[in-house]
């Protein structure tokens, strides 16, 4: 069964610190995706990471992709309010059935 | 370029009762995937349609069923509604298999 773990659950930040979301999952897979989700909101896309080493960056969020360590990262620079939502990492196991991590409910402060 | 569209977005159910949910998935999209959101157990993926075949299914008990028409629009059924299928339920499509599926703004079910 595959487990897609994410860390930090909660993330409180600072505006204009940097801080890292970590999604790690358990089996092999070459397509990784990050979505956004703000409260009572749809998902929307933010990335997708197809092979290893794969980075991809949109303003001040940077995904990266290391299949052989089975992690992906979410970078965050110098966060803005406008950044608090709760982000998922998900694995696609094949033909569009993604697993999709906790979540991390991030909330930027003044 | 028309998005995800799901229908009903909010629905009160009894429990017992049976509810079924439309998702319309962007022009040109062959897939469609259905999700079901909870507090408790977060995200998780129901099933998974393409050109009218599931492909895919989660582990979800048989009360749940779905299908795809000609036009790539899918439903999803609930039978014998019970307090805990209450969830938001999320419909993606998809194109590209190397993009990413975008999704619907939901369907907000709450059983009582």
């Known amino acids: 069964e595959l487990k897609v773990e994410q860390n930090p659950l909660f993330l409180s930040m600072q505006e204009g610190k940097n801080y890292t979301i970590y999604c790690n999952y358990s089996?092999?897979?070459?397509?990784l995706y990050w979505y956004r989700q703000d409260p009572g909101k749809s998902l929307e896309s933010l990335f997708v990471?197809?092979?290893?080493?794969a980075v991809k960056q949109e303003g001040r969020l940077m995904a990266s992709l290391d299949t052989k360590a089975r992690l992906s990262t979410l970078h965050i620079t110098a966060a803005v309010h406008d950044l608090s939502a709760t982000y998922f990492c998900?694995?696609?196991?094949?033909?569009?059935?993604?697993?999709f991590g906790a979540g991390t409910r991030l909330t930027v402060k003044p | 370029k028309a998005g995800v569209t799901q229908t009903p977005r909010y629905l009160i159910k009894t429990r017992g009762q049976q509810v079924t949910l439309s998702c319309s998935p962007i022009?040109?999209?062959?897939?469609v995937s259905w999700y079901q959101q909870t507090p408790g157990q977060g995200l998780q993926f129901l099933f998974e349609?393409?050109?009218?075949?599931?492909?895919n299914k989660g582990n979800f008990p048989g009360r749940f069923s779905g299908r795809q028409f000609s036009n790539s629009r899918s439903e999803m059924n609930v039978s014998t509604l019970e307090l805990g299928d209450s969830a938001l339920y999320l419909c993606?499509?998809?194109?590209?298999?190397?993009?990413?599926?975008?999704f619907g703004q939901g369907t907000r079910l709450t059983v009582v």
């Open positions: 993606a499509s998809s194109g590209d298999p190397r993009s990413s599926s975008f």
């Open positions: 349609y393409f050109s009218e075949t599931q492909r």
């Open positions: 990471l197809l092979s290893n080493g």
């Open positions: 089996t092999t897979s070459d397509r």
């Open positions: 022009s040109g999209h062959r897939s």
């Open positions: 998900a694995v696609d196991m094949t033909d569009n059935d993604m697993r």
